[in-house]
């Protein structure tokens, strides 16, 4: 499974459209208008890499009022959703923390 966050740049008085034609995508698990640097974010999710290709070739190039878009895709789906993957975040602390020692460097004036 692929999951992304599309950031998307929306032309004047588009906004509304674009929301609707993607909240019918099957891919598109989520839309949300927003403020700030973007007008738009959803969230997609697909099977992998060639239908995420797909998908903004046939599918999100095509919606008229979209100027620009920015694909964000996660690298932690193997974590999503899961409540048991026993990952201790003081140990994952710790071990970054170790290795940030490691890479001191010490300056002299």
Known sequence: M???????????NKLKIVSNTLSKLEEVKEIHEVYGRFDAIAKIEVANNQELQSFFQNKISII?????SETLITLDNDYNGNKDNNVDVNELLEEADHEDKDDDVEYEV
């Open 2 to 12: 692929v999951t992304a966050f599309v950031l998307m740049h929306i032309k004047p």
């Open 64 to 68: 008229e009022g979209i100027r620009t």
